[in-house]
C-alpha cells in the first residue's frame, strides 16, 4: 500500500476544509452536461485516431502489428484470379475500383475524368469515392468525393455494385456504368468491352494477377484497359453526348497502399496497344517494384524492370500542398521499339483529398508522342511536402 500519497492527498484536505455546498449543488444540477461533455470530448479524439489511421488508397496506415496487418503468406501458395467472381468484393483490407477515360462531344469537344472508389475493411469498414473531370476547352478541373462508413455494395457474386448518393459504379463481367455528381458536373457512362481482361504480373510472381509488394503486402491486379463508353456529361446545366475509350483497373489483397509510393501510368497508343507500367518504393525511396504489361490484340506481356526505362523530364509544384511531383516523362521499352514522352494535359491536376482521407495525389490525364502517339492517365502517389519548400524546386 502508498501511504504516502494518501497522506499527501489527506493533509491537502485538512488544509481546504470541507467542500462548499453551493458547489455540490452545481455538480449534481449540471452532472449530466459535464459528463456529456467528456463522452463527446472522447468520441471526437477516438473519431480521429480512427480517421488518422483508416485511411484508404494511398494514405498513412496503421502499424504492421495490428490484427489486421498486410500477411505475408508465400505468393505461390496463394489462389489464382478467378473472373468474373474475381470482379466482386473481397474479404480483403484493401480494394479499389478505379476508371480513367477520354470522351468526345458529336461535336468534337474533349473531356478526361477519373472517378474511383477505395474499400477499406479494417478494424472499421468504410468507403471513400473520389472523381474528377477536365474541360479540356477551357483547362478547368472539376474534382467531387466523398466518404461513408461500411460498404455500400449489393452482393453481387459474378460482379460488383457500389451504390453511395450520386456514386454509382458497376461492373458484371464486359458491362460497366459509372456515375458520378458534383457541385458543377455530373458524369453518368456505360461501358462495354469486346476484349478479354489483362492479368498484371510481375515476372518474379508465380501467380499471374499478382503483384508482390514486399512488406507492405501483396495485390491482385486486373484491367480492362480500353472500355468503349458513351453517355452524357453535364457541366453547369448544359448536358451533352460523349463517347470515348476508358481504362479499368481493380486491385484488392491484405496490402498496405499507404507504405508506398509509386508513379502509374495507363497509356493508350494509336496502334492499338495498352501499356501499363508500375513503379513503387516505399516512402523513403527505396525501390520496392518496377513493372509493366504491353498488351495488344488479345496477347498480353508481362515487362520487368529491365525491359523498362523511366525518367522524369521535368516537375511541378504544388502552391497548395508544397510538394513537388514528376510530371514529364520520356518511358522507353526496347523490346517493343517504343520510347515514348509523357506530358500532362494540365500541370495542375492535384487531387486534394483531405477531407475524405488526409491526403494529397496526382492524378490526371496525359498526352503520348514519340514513337507512337496516344493518350493516358498517370498518377503520382505518395509523395510528401518537402521540409524546406524553398530549396525543393520551382514549377517547371
Request: aromatic fraction near 10%.
Amino acid at each position: 500500500m502508498n501511504t504516502g500519497s494518501a497522506g499527501t492527498y489527506g493533509s491537502r484536505r485538512s488544509r481546504r476544509g470541507k467542500a462548499r455546498p453551493g458547489s455540490s449543488r452545481w455538480f449534481r444540477r449540471y452532472r449530466w452536461l459535464v459528463i456529456g461533455g467528456w463522452l463527446v470530448g472522447l468520441i471526437a479524439v477516438g473519431w480521429l485516431l480512427f480517421f488518422r489511421s483508416e485511411r484508404v488508397g494511398t494514405v498513412p496506415a496503421r502499424p504492421a502489428a495490428e490484427a489486421d496487418a498486410p500477411k505475408t503468406s508465400d505468393a505461390a501458395a496463394m489462389p489464382p484470379v478467378r473472373l468474373p467472381a474475381d470482379d466482386a468484393v473481397h474479404d480483403r483490407l484493401t480494394e479499389w475500383w478505379y476508371y480513367s477515360g477520354h470522351l468526345q462531344s458529336e461535336a468534337g469537344e474533349r473531356y478526361s475524368f477519373h472517378v474511383a472508389a477505395f474499400l477499406r475493411q479494417g478494424t472499421l469498414t468504410h468507403t471513400v469515392f473520389h472523381g474528377s473531370l477536365l474541360d479540356h476547352q477551357t483547362g478547368k478541373l472539376y474534382t467531387e468525393q466523398a466518404r461513408t462508413a461500411g460498404s455500400p455494395s449489393e452482393g453481387l457474386r459474378d460482379g460488383y455494385a457500389l451504390n453511395f448518393g450520386a456514386w454509382q459504379m458497376r461492373g458484371e463481367g464486359a458491362r460497366h456504368a459509372a456515375r458520378m455528381e458534383g457541385k458543377e458536373f455530373s458524369l453518368n457512362i456505360d461501358l462495354d468491352d469486346r476484349s478479354p481482361p489483362v492479368l498484371h504480373q510481375a515476372p518474379a510472381t508465380p501467380v499471374v494477377g499478382l503483384l508482390d509488394f514486399r512488406a507492405a503486402g501483396k495485390s491482385y491486379y486486373t484491367s480492362r484497359p480500353r472500355m468503349s463508353a458513351a453517355g452524357t456529361l453535364t457541366i453547369a446545366g448544359v448536358s451533352k453526348a460523349v463517347r470515348g475509350d476508358v481504362w479499368f483497373d481493380h486491385q484488392w489483397g491484405d496490402f498496405e497502399a499507404a507504405q508506398l509510393r509509386w508513379n502509374w501510368f495507363a497509356l493508350q497508343l494509336a496502334d492499338g496497344a495498352d501499356v501499363m507500367i508500375f513503379e513503387l518504393s516505399d516512402r523513403q525511396g527505396t525501390p520496392v517494384l518496377r513493372m509493366g504489361t504491353y498488351a495488344r490484340e488479345g496477347r498480353v506481356y508481362a515487362l520487368g524492370a529491365a525491359d523498362i526505362e523511366a525518367r522524369s523530364q521535368a516537375t511541378w509544384k504544388s502552391s497548395a500542398s508544397g510538394i513537388v511531383y514528376p510530371v514529364s516523362w520520356t518511358i522507353s521499352i526496347p523490346s517493343r521499339e517504343l520510347k515514348l514522352k509523357i506530358e500532362p494535359v494540365l500541370r495542375a491536376s492535384e487531387f486534394d483529398a483531405r477531407t475524405t482521407t488526409l491526403n494529397v495525389y496526382w492524378e490526371g490525364a496525359v498526352k503520348v508522342s514519340g514513337s507512337q502517339s496516344g493518350v493516358g492517365f498517370m498518377e503520382l502517389s505518395g509523395y510528401d511536402p518537402p521540409r524546406d519548400s524553398a530549396a525543393a524546386g520551382r514549377n517547371s
